[in-house]
């Protein structure tokens, strides 16, 4: 079969949705658009704990803390499942690894904005998780079958993340004026920094096209956008707190509110590694590497010696 004929049966299989499996034909830049997005994926996975595992010791009761450190190593699962799915590609996961390390591999930008008051975790849970998780059901049905799967799980924690960060904010929100206007200063910083999560706008985006027709992404960026847009706005009235945008406006004709443009000045600035903790996460990811080479090499020097005396 030739190349071409094969690329047909390729996309005919993707029309059909039927799920592409690791040993199965795929052209290459489906195999590297996917090495690329469960990687980037993966790495906001892991990059995304550092924000949060800074508040584990202090939070404010025992309740929190427990919660809290449990979703962090729901963060750390998910960084390994996608991981493994990235393996199947054929690249083995110190590569992968090493390319976050050099900064050749991107993650996701929220990642690179601090973590500056209890407010903020709540808040993070709420935005954070909630803008992941409508990009992340949609991934359930992408067409590569490691990927899909490993969203299934992933997006019901997610589902825990959201809501915990949202029950957090309801506390604060009825707590003292105080904690109210907490949790409106996190909203402030968190809210711009959320609608960035799903990249540039759709005449921006270099992949989507080519993504949409392989069905990696079954919405473009600027739909999940304004869905996350629709679906948040009566959460915020719920909690009063206040959107920190002057255009926001249920627009009846087209059935979804009106937001105001981005600031996609930032919004590059800090993917090209320029926001204000993109050297901070990189060098503690880097360090975590180095300080756990004893354990990898202990690891390692143990399954050598089991595997010897299981074939002596
Ligand atoms: N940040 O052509 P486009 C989580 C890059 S973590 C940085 O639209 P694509 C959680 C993009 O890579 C959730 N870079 O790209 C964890 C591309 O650059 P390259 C993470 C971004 O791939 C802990 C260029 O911009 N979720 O849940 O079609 C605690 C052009 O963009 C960003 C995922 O990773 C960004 N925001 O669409 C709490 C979901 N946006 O690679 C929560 C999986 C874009 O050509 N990923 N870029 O150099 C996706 O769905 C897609 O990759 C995206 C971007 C929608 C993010």
């Known amino acids: 079969m030739t190349q071409a004929e094969q690329e047909i049966r390729f996309q ?5 949705e039927i799920k592409i499996e690791p040993n199965d034909w795929m052209p290459d830049e489906y195999r590297q658009t996917l090495i690329r997005q469960i990687s980037q ?18 939070a404010p009761n025992l309740r929190r ?25 054929g690249t083995s996961r110190e590569q992968t690894i090493d390319d976050l390390h050099s900064g050749k591999a991107k993650y996701s930008s929220i990642f690179n904005y601090p973590a500056l008051t209890w407010a ?19 991934l359930c049905r992408t067409s590569y079958g490691p990927y899909a ?8 924690e997610e589902s825990f993340h959201q809501r915990q960060g949202y029950e957090s904010l309801t506390k604060l929100c009825n707590g003292t004026p105080q ?18 999560m799903f990249g540039p706008s759709d005449a921006d ?31 915020a009235e719920i909690l009063g707190l206040t959107i920190p945008d002057p255009n926001l406006k249920w627009n009846e004709a087209r059935g979804h509110y009106d937001f105001s443009e981005i600031n996609w000045d930032e919004f590059w600035q800090v993917v090209k590694g320029n926001g204000p ?28 010696k089991r595997d010897m005396k299981k074939s002596a």
Request: charged share 25%.
């Open 12 to 16: 005919e299989k993707i029309d059909r």
């Open 41 to 58: 994926h993966a790495h906001s996975e892991v990059v995304g704990m550092l924000p949060e595992g800074n508040w584990i010791t202090r």
């Open 65 to 89: 803390k427990a919660v809290l450190l449990a979703k962090v190593q729901d963060e750390a699962g998910h960084g390994l499942y996608l991981y493994s799915a990235v393996e199947t590609l």
């Open 120 to 138: 903020d975790i709540g808040t993070i849970g709420w935005l954070v998780d909630g803008a992941a998780i409508m990009n992340q059901v949609a």
């Open 149 to 156: 799967r490993a969203m299934v799980k992933i997006c019901k």
């Open 179 to 196: 904690q109210k206007a907490m949790a409106q200063d996190a909203m402030n910083r968190f809210w711009w920094p959320a609608l960035m």
């Open 205 to 235: 985006s270099t992949h989507s096209d080519q993504s949409i027709k392989w069905k990696i992404k079954r919405f473009t960026n600027d739909e999940l956008r304004q869905n996350f847009v629709d679906a948040t706005v009566a959460q």
């Open 277 to 304: 903790c993109n050297k901070e996460r990189l060098a503690a990811r880097v360090k975590a590497k180095e300080e756990g080479a004893w354990v990898r090499e202990a690891a390692s020097a143990f399954a050598k």
